[in-house]
């Protein structure tokens, strides 16, 4: 069964600070990767989306992706209050495009 | 910004009554999702559709639930008997392209529809 495994948290870092989010999948013939953020009662938002081994910044978010360890990350700079979610890994493999989710890394930003 | 809608927000059902949940996907997108969230739990897949068919399937997506694309523009999940574990958050989502690498190939949600069965 194709799993994506998250540490499920909490995860609690004051404002300012840098949030590590760690995510490791088990199907090797993934090649979409992306962290959604879902805020309690929302809908998934996506964050960033990467395809390629290595980073890939986008503003606060910088998300990196190691194919030979099944390993992808999102870390986020300068945490906001704001940040504090639900942060969704979820991967695609190529061949049938649906996303499989992890269970999520709730993060708290304390001011 | 483009989205993906849905409708109702939120429905309330008594157990072996048929419920419809709608969406319309974004205009250009080609691919359409339900997913589901029961409550404190992680997404899952249900089922995929493309080019008015079922693409795929999850163990979930058994007899008692269907979709449709009656129209150009709404989606929609039908629950025939709805049971009591139904109840969760559906997600309607859609895709503009399959090639992996391309902005395109990012899956966008909708709002969702809080479905609760007593």
């Known amino acids: 069964q194709k799993e994506v495994e998250q540490n499920s948290g909490p995860l609690s870092v004051p404002e300012g600070a840098i949030a590590s989010l760690n995510c490791t999948y088990s199907?090797?013939?993934?090649?979409?990767f992306f962290w959604y953020r879902q805020y309690s009662g929302k809908s998934p938002e996506l964050i960033m989306s990467?395809?390629?081994?290595g980073d890939k910044e986008d503003g606060r978010f910088t998300a990196q992706l190691n194919k030979a360890s099944q390993y992808v990350s999102l870390l986020i700079r300068d945490s906001q209050p704001s940040d504090s979610a639900t942060y969704l890994c979820a991967v695609m493999r190529g061949s049938n495009y649906k996303l499989t989710f992890g269970k999520g890394t709730l993060l708290t930003v304390n001011p | 910004e483009p989205e993906v809608t849905q409708t109702p927000s939120h429905q309330v059902t008594q157990m072996g009554q048929e419920v419809i949940l709608r969406c319309v996907p974004i205009?250009?997108?080609?691919?359409f999702y339900w997913y589901r969230q029961i409550l404190g739990q992680k997404v899952e897949f249900l089922v995929s559709?493309?080019?008015?068919?079922?693409?795929?399937k999850s163990e979930i997506f058994d007899d008692q639930f269907s979709v449709e694309r009656p129209d150009g523009s709404n989606f929609t999940l039908k629950i025939r008997s709805t049971k009591l574990e139904d109840s969760a958050m559906y997600f309607c989502?859609?895709?503009?392209?399959?090639?992996?690498?391309?902005?395109?190939?990012?899956?966008?949600f909708g709002e969702g529809s809080w479905l609760t069965v007593v």
């Open positions: 559709f493309y080019n008015n068919e079922i693409s795929e």
């Open positions: 205009s250009n997108h080609l691919y």
């Open positions: 990467i395809y390629s081994n």
């Open positions: 199907d090797r013939g993934s090649q979409s």
């Open positions: 989502a859609s895709r503009e392209t399959d090639r992996v690498g391309s902005s395109g190939n990012t899956i966008y």
